[in-house]
């Protein structure tokens, strides 16, 4: 819960009480991870256990899977690309956005990539993103940007403290891995889109979404995933306010992203990460990398795995969308390019060219996307604790994660331990947009 942060109570018994609470949820965490069975993500026996269990975790139902409606919008055209700000309807009342960049010369079917944006304030509007789209649309791709659930111009549907979804049986990454499945399937059906080479790209967030359609859209040509590769395990044992999108309910010693990852095999994968990047240590990283190559080479598929530790920090920058592009280039059969994208590039969109103006008053919440979804009537969660409750009581945690709600902190452990409830989608629910 977002705001000022409780004093809670005090005295040396509740501080001590927390303390123990806390080490007894890293103790359990350790635990599961140590107890997860190996399973071996290269072979076809082990694949649909693997995705079985990531879409219990994240409530993924293939009937939930949204038809995307597409709403035709006039063609901008800026230096050598079109550019077409989409709105869309994804599920019944959610609209959806995306900026698609084309090669202007575009008549025969190209290699497409979808671009999964991470957290930022602009979304697909972000600078960053453009370039890498920009950059990606003059080697000859069509490239689709999207921004995810409650971000970018999607903000008013909620994202960082969507609970409530939670309580449906459901997850926020859930609902951004289902919603990219809908755009992939909405591509594949485009008549300038070469259905033979799809990629999906992704960094931080887009990277954490790109990870998942490893598992389950194996049928893509290649997938990047960077800012995002490292354990569960070291999620779950994080002591600040994690955005809902990264809470995993029951992930624990149940699934590592490295199978995930590496379940894509013999397919084209992308991962790499920063050196220096805070949230993600390169220790971590290196093992995933290590995990994942491996994976490969059993799988008989050696060349089909780039796994790169790169100088810098989290984000994306020159170097990394160069890197992107060369190896997609090598991939998809784009043109061969060595110039950097061009910061004060005329193409792109300022941060107010949003495809919705203004954000429609009626378009359904993140909240109530879920409860639809799912049927669920029950009182609305406003805190995390409200749905994954700490073996301590709430009114008896003391504050001593620094400027982290302790009660969340607790909860979030809570939470990656649970067990969620298989999938049963709604029998009157439509999976598409009308």
């Known amino acids: 819960m977002s705001g000022a942060l409780p004093e809670g109570p005090s005295g040396t018994d509740a501080i001590v009480r927390t303390h123990e609470a806390l080490e007894r949820y890293h103790a359990r965490i350790t635990e599961a991870a140590a107890g997860m069975r190996m399973r071996r993500p290269w072979q076809e026996t082990d694949r649909p256990d693997i995705r079985r269990e990531l879409e219990q975790v994240l409530g993924i139902g293939q009937r939930r899977i949204p038809r995307l409606l597409v709403e035709p919008r006039e063609v901008e055209r800026r230096g050598r690309l079109a550019i077409n700000r989409l709105r869309a309807t994804s599920w019944p009342g959610v609209c959806a956005a995306g900026v698609l960049y084309r090669p202007d010369d575009a008549s025969t079917p190209r290699p497409t990539v979808l671009l999964c944006c991470g957290h930022n304030r602009h979304g697909k509007l972000n600078e960053t993103y453009q370039r890498m789209a920009i950059h990606l649309a003059r080697a000859g791709a069509a490239v689709l940007v999207i921004d995810c659930i409650g971000q970018g111009e999607r903000q008013p549907m909620g994202h960082r403290d969507l609970f409530d979804v939670f309580a449906c049986g459901m997850t926020v990454q859930g609902l951004i891995a289902m919603e990219a499945i809908g755009w992939l399937e909405w591509l594949q059906e485009q008549s300038w889109v070469d259905p033979a080479r799809i990629a999906a790209i992704g960094n931080s967030g887009g990277g954490a979404a790109t990870m998942t359609l490893c598992a389950l859209r194996r049928e893509l040509a290649c997938i990047v995933s960077s800012g995002y590769p490292g354990r569960q395990e070291f999620t779950c044992h994080k002591e600040r306010a994690l955005c809902s999108c990264t809470i995993w309910p029951g992930v624990a010693g149940r699934l590592e992203m490295w199978e995930l990852l590496a379940s894509f095999a013999p397919g084209k994968l992308l991962i790499f990460q920063g050196d220096g990047?805070?949230?993600?240590?390169?220790?971590?990283?290196?093992?995933?990398?290590?995990?994942?190559?491996?994976?490969?080479?059993?799988?008989?598929?050696?060349?089909?795995?780039?796994?790169?530790?790169?100088?810098?920090?989290?984000?994306?920058?020159?170097?990394?969308?160069?890197?992107?592009?060369?190896v997609l280039g090598k991939w998809l059969g784009l043109a061969p390019s060595s110039a950097a994208p061009v910061e004060a590039d005329p193409t792109l969109l300022a941060p107010d060219e949003t495809c919705f103006r203004p954000w429609p008053t009626d378009a359904a919440s993140g909240e109530q996307l879920a409860r639809r979804l799912t049927g669920h009537t029950g009182p609305v969660a406003r805190a995390l604790w409200d749905v994954f409750p700490a073996d301590i009581p709430v009114d008896q945690i003391a504050q001593v994660t620094g400027p982290h709600d302790t009660r969340r902190v607790l909860s979030q452990m809570a939470a990656f331990l649970h067990r969620p409830a298989p999938v049963r989608p709604r029998a009157d629910v439509a999976s598409d947009g009308g």
Request: net charge negative; no cysteine.
């Open 277 to 326: 990047d805070p949230m993600f240590p390169a220790d971590d990283f290196t093992r995933v990398a290590r995990q994942v190559t491996a994976a490969y080479r059993y799988a008989g598929a050696p060349d089909g795995i780039e796994a790169r530790l790169v100088e810098g920090g989290h984000a994306w920058d020159d170097r990394r969308i160069l890197l992107v592009g060369e």
